[in-house]
């Protein structure tokens, strides 16, 4: 039942997706398979915070230091293959199922939020869903390179030999509880902040300006929603795959996080995620647009 409800739903999207559909594909894998990989250091760093008990009261930089005078410097690119390969399929389906189902989400509800905010879940439960084993071998290589030696695909089978397929999934609640409100938070905002930032200029030409700095800004005014909203499932995601070992249940990592720190252990390493998040949403979505326009789609909000 569910693989034939599964295959109902791709072949519907990849009905949709006929004609220029395959542009956005491509604009939304290679803008965030780029903006992850430049930003690998930083989530290195953040990811250890979050599961590393030595570092979760440094700052960004003492963190920093301290992994690379005790580990190398190489240290800080651990994950650096499974980011860009599992977010160019990410990136592509995440931004491409959510503009190709506007149409059809608009008839259903007939309201211009609520279609975004539908396309947006969609989109962030098909991407969890497909990032899932590659951020499971990204968290695995930064909280133990000691057992991730060799490339990251022969870790990702050595994971899949000795725990089984259920490791490469285990992360998958917590998944969604980080990239849907992530995929939503970011692609409804920054469609909404950038309509509004053209709508200002109704009346008058769009000079080619107003096309780099009004998606800048809400480039980066998205980024400090979409850090804020997914933060809580960060924390989920780095603790359920951090080490080998069974998979616990996520109400009882929450019920284990609030017992520990309260409310805060949710937001521990946010102020490294602002730096992090900050740099591949805004790098994202600027990529997303002048890659849109490159394939002769229109900017984002601009019409």
């Not at 949709?16 to 290195?44: E, F, K």
């Not at 071998?137 to 991730?148: A, D, G, Y």
Request: with cysteine.
């Amino acid at each position: 039942m569910t693989t034939s409800l599964a295959s109902l739903v791709i072949g519907y999207i990849l009905l949709v997706s006929r004609g220029g559909g395959w542009r956005y594909y491509l604009a939304g894998g290679l803008c965030a398979a780029i903006s992850h990989a430049v930003a690998t250091p930083i989530d290195v760093v953040k990811t250890r915070k979050q599961v590393d008990p030595d570092l979760v009261n440094q700052n960004f930089i003492q963190a920093t230091q301290t992994i690379v005078q005790t580990e190398g410097l190489s240290t800080l690119l651990a994950g650096f293959g499974p980011t860009t390969f599992g977010y160019l399929i990410e990136g592509s389906l995440k931004f491409g199922i959510y503009e190709i189902l506007k149409p059809t989400m608009a008839k259903i509800f007939q309201n211009p939020l609520l279609s975004l905010l539908g396309c947006g879940t969609i989109s962030g439960i098909v991407a969890s869903i497909v990032l899932c084993p590659m951020e499971a071998i990204r968290i695995r290589m930064v909280s133990e390179p000691e057992h991730f030696k060799k490339n990251w695909i022969q870790g990702g089978y050595q994971m899949l030999k000795q725990e089984g397929v259920s490791a490469l999934w285990k992360g998958l609640p917590p998944m969604l509880y980080k990239q849907v409100p992530y995929t939503i938070s970011k692609n409804v905002a920054f469609d909404v902040l950038t309509k509004l930032g053209y709508s200002l200029l109704v009346g008058s030409t769009i000079a080619a300006g107003a096309k780099l700095w009004i998606p800048f800004t809400c480039a980066v005014l998205t980024s400090v929603l979409a850090t804020l909203f997914s933060q809580p499932g960060d924390v989920l995601l780095s603790l359920v795959n951090a080490h080998e070992g069974n998979r616990q249940r996520t109400r009882h990592m929450i019920s284990d996080i609030l017992e520990a720190s309260g409310p805060a252990g949710f937001f521990i390493g946010t102020k490294t995620r602002f730096l992090h998040v900050g740099i591949i949403v805004t790098m994202q979505l600027m990529l997303y647009d002048i890659l849109k326009r490159m394939v002769g789609i229109a900017a984002t909000g601009s019409v």
